[in-house]
């Protein structure tokens, strides 16, 4: 057995490797990994299992290599023999990124398709016909703007998540907030989809939404679908490592 992991800036989502795929997630939150990681594995009905994973965080993914060495092992492009990449500079790209362009192909098909993953940071992940990986966008996410604002002005709160549609009009700075950062980031990502479209490979290419925050941008964007929950672990499972 081997234990998937997707390491986050904020969480990161651990499964085992099934027969069927992905086993079921556990989340633990990533600052603490290298401690809680140890006693999650004693747990398992494997403790000395092998894990694969892709980290966005170097300084995790240093940790874990020291503390588990040839235990683990971190997804990269050259993982993914089948995907091209051929077309972006592969020096800067992060492995959930690699890992959700693997998860796209293999769950459409091949067809064209652009994954936005919607968390701390939201990125999308366009791949065209013949695994072409094209590239994307990263743009801060709702909850990263709320803690700019707070941390970077000196008056203005972090104020919390909130599932609703905000009106336009604030009523307080609270709702001027709320109502800027998240209207705001639905017109970034209709027009991230719109561009994308735009072009002539991706014209009538699916999208798809994944990731903690994927639920709002589902439910306020049309036509935008719900990818499955383990879709990046999909994609690490899929590194031939």
Excluded: W
């Amino acid at each position: 057995m081997r234990l998937l992991l997707n390491i986050g800036n904020t969480h990161t989502q651990i499964a085992p490797e099934t027969d069927l795929g992905v086993g079921e997630i556990s989340t633990l939150d990533s600052p603490r990994l290298p401690e809680a990681l140890p006693a999650f594995l004693q747990r398992q009905d494997d403790p000395h299992c092998r894990l694969l994973a892709a980290c966005v965080v170097p300084a995790l993914r240093q940790a874990l290599q020291e503390r588990l060495g040839e235990r683990i092992a971190f997804v990269s492009c050259r993982a993914y023999p089948n995907l091209d990449f051929s077309s972006y500079d592969t020096t800067t790209l992060g492995a959930d990124r690699i890992a959700n362009a693997a998860a796209a192909v293999h769950c459409c098909g091949g067809a064209p398709v652009l994954v936005l993953d919607c968390g701390s940071a939201i990125t999308s992940e366009a791949v065209a016909h013949g695994a072409l990986f094209r590239g994307g966008v990263i743009l801060p996410g709702r909850a990263l703007q709320r803690r700019a604002l707070a941390a970077f002005t000196a008056q203005l709160p972090e104020i919390p998540l909130d599932d609703d549609l905000p009106a336009p009009c604030g009523k307080n700075t609270a709702q001027a907030i709320q109502a800027g950062v998240d209207l705001g980031l639905l017109g970034a990502v209709r027009e991230i989809i719109a561009r994308t479209r735009a072009l002539p490979e991706f014209t009538a290419c699916s999208v798809l939404a994944v990731g903690g925050d994927a639920p709002f941008f589902v439910r306020n964007i049309p036509g935008l679908v719900a990818g499955p929950a383990d879709f990046t672990l999909q994609g690490v499972r899929l590194a031939q490592l």
